[in-house]
């Protein structure tokens, strides 16, 4: 199992959303190399990075950074947001990206999907991002009324070799993961589950390693010390 931390960027600045609202964007590092080399430093092996910018208006203009990332601190980086076709997931493999996660976009043409991961096989990753069990698009904002699991199956059917699970309502609320919707989807599909959202304590972590899931995105806790990386990632590896 593999602990994730994660850096979200919004107008060049790490920053944190509560339940995916832009609204309650705040900054939570002064430098996302900085706090790239903090996350390495303590035994990361991926650092997961999401462009909110991108994922709201289509823009890219924090590919800067993501590159910077890349090349100042030589990290492992799976990016998300805003990846709508091949020529965006051709962009950020330029980038020096090493897995590209598509959400919104798998739901509203799911052969783009079977078409990226024909021609990157393990370097597409699928984003679901539920709420109240159903698929959520454009940001979290959209209910698509996917049912979380029929698409999760979907997308392992089309050889998407990771699922990376969001339960809205426990993002960013320190008050741990959906257990119960984790459980299921590790029943329904074979591929590897990254469970996002409301992973705060180490006992959270173990809960999840002993579920079968295959890692954890750490963000919000990393940054107020709830959760420390480092001893997080002992225990998963021990």
Request: proline share 2%; hydrophobic share 45%.
């Amino acid at each position: 199992m593999k602990i994730l931390p994660a850096i979200d960027l919004k107008d060049g600045q790490c920053v944190r959303l509560v339940k995916g609202d832009y609204e309650t964007a705040h900054k939570v590092a002064e430098d996302p190399v900085e706090t790239a080399k903090r996350f390495l430093d303590a035994g990361a092996t991926m650092i997961h990075m999401v462009d909110l910018d991108a994922a709201k208006d289509g823009s890219r203009a924090n590919y800067d950074v993501v590159e910077r990332v890349i090349r100042e601190t030589g990290a492992t980086v799976e990016l998300g947001g805003g990846i709508r076709c091949m020529a965006d997931v051709d962009a950020v493999l330029d980038l020096g990206v090493s897995r590209v996660i598509i959400g919104s976009a798998a739901v509203k043409d799911p052969e783009f999907v079977r078409d990226a991961v024909l021609k990157y096989g393990e370097k597409i990753a699928v984003g679901i991002d539920a709420r109240g069990g159903t698929v959520r698009t454009e940001g979290w904002l959209k209910d698509s009324g996917e049912d979380f699991l029929q698409f999760a199956s979907l997308m392992d059917s089309y050889c998407v070799q990771t699922i990376i699970f969001t339960d809205i309502d426990k993002d960013g609320m320190l008050a741990g993961p959906n257990f119960d919707q984790l459980s299921q989807l590790r029943q329904a599909v074979s591929c590897q589950i990254i469970a996002s959202g409301g992973v705060t304590t180490l006992d959270d972590v173990k809960k999840l390693h002993k579920l079968g899931i295959d890692g954890a995105i750490a963000g919000k806790a990393v940054y107020t010390g709830s959760l420390d990386l480092a001893a997080a990632i002992r225990a998963v590896e021990d």
